[in-house]
């Protein structure tokens, strides 16, 4: 009976997976780095999603394997251009839309990485 939840909540974290690698390996750094920030606001839940996000700067050059010194860079051409505030630890988004536009998001390409049923 739980099996088929476990399946789709596998299934979804191979996909984020393959998405982060392709990722990785096709966008230039900056898009990344907005995708990133979409995909952690959003979450699992598009209706619920996030405009702050509580990481560190260091975390998230960690987590997207760059240079922090190159992540805080591109952070702060998206706050001089009006998509982003930065304050200690915590990363807010004040324009999405255009946050996605960055991110480059192609024709039907999911705003998440996450399972179409869930």
Known sequence: MYWKHV???LTQK???ASL???ELAK???QPRVARRLVWMSVGLN?????DTIDI???Q????MGMSRTSVNAMLREMQRDGLVQLTYGRIRLLDADRLKRVARYEQGQPDTP???HL
Do not use: G, K, S
């Open 7 to 9: 399946a789709l909540l």
């Open 14 to 16: 191979l996909r984020f």
């Open 20 to 22: 982060a690698l392709d």
């Open 27 to 29: 966008t230039p750094p």
């Open 46 to 50: 598009p209706q619920t999603a996030r």
């Open 56 to 58: 560190r700067q260091d």
């Open 60 to 63: 998230l050059a960690e987590m």
């Open 114 to 116: 996450r399972a179409a």
